[in-house]
C-alpha cells in the first residue's frame, strides 16, 4: 500500500512550504520590457501563459510589493520575451535590476517597447485588462506583433529555485 504524501493547508505559517510546492512546476523564463518617461524598464518572470488564441491574448503577473509594479500595470504597451538557455546573464541582470539595457543589444520595437535581441520569441502587446490577485497583479496583454527565432535553441526553464533548460527524451 503507498503512503498518501504530506499535506497542509497553505496559511501564513506555510508560506514557505506553498513557494516550495508550487515549484515543482517547471516554467520557462521571460524578460518584459516597456518604455517610460523615465526610459526602457525591463522584470523577468516566469508567469507568462497563453490565454486565448481568438483574440490573441497573454497574461503575466508581477507582485505588487515590486518596485517596478506600478509602471508595468500602468503601460500601454509592453513587450513578452521567451529566453533562450543561453540568456541566463538576461534574465539575472532583469530580475534584480530594471534598467541597464545598455549591457544588452536591443532596439525599438513596433509598439515601442524595448525589443531584446537573441530571444526564441517576443509578443508585442497593447494593455488588454489589468486584474488584481492577492499579492500580485494579473496583466492581460492583446498581442499585436510576434517575432519567432528560426531554428531550434532550448528554452531558459526556472524550477525549485534553479534555472536549467529541456533535455528531450530519445
Known amino acids: 500500500m503507498l503512503s498518501e504524501p504530506p499535506h497542509f493547508a497553505p496559511t501564513s505559517d506555510r508560506l514557505r512550504d506553498l513557494r516550495r510546492a508550487l515549484g515543482c512546476f517547471g516554467t520557462g523564463v521571460t524578460v518584459i520590457t516597456t518604455q517610460t518617461d523615465e526610459g526602457p524598464l525591463g522584470i523577468t518572470a516566469n508567469s507568462f501563459s497563453s490565454v486565448s488564441l481568438e483574440p490573441p491574448l497573454v497574461l503575466w503577473s508581477p507582485a505588487v510589493a515590486s518596485r517596478r509594479h506600478a509602471p508595468f500595470v500602468e503601460a500601454k504597451r509592453f513587450c513578452i520575451h521567451v529566453l533562450s538557455a543561453d540568456q541566463l546573464d538576461l534574465a539575472r541582470h532583469f530580475a534584480s535590476k530594471g534598467d541597464g539595457f ?67 527524451e530519445n
Open 102 to 168: 545598455e549591457a544588452f543589444d536591443w532596439s525599438t520595437g513596433p509598439l515601442g517597447a524595448p525589443r531584446l535581441s537573441g530571444c526564441l520569441a517576443e509578443f508585442h502587446c497593447s494593455r488588454y485588462a489589468v486584474h488584481p490577485a492577492g499579492d500580485h497583479s494579473m496583466i492581460l496583454g492583446e498581442v499585436r506583433h510576434v517575432f519567432l527565432a528560426e531554428g531550434d535553441a532550448p528554452g531558459l526553464l526556472f524550477k525549485r529555485g534553479q534555472f536549467g533548460h529541456f533535455a528531450p
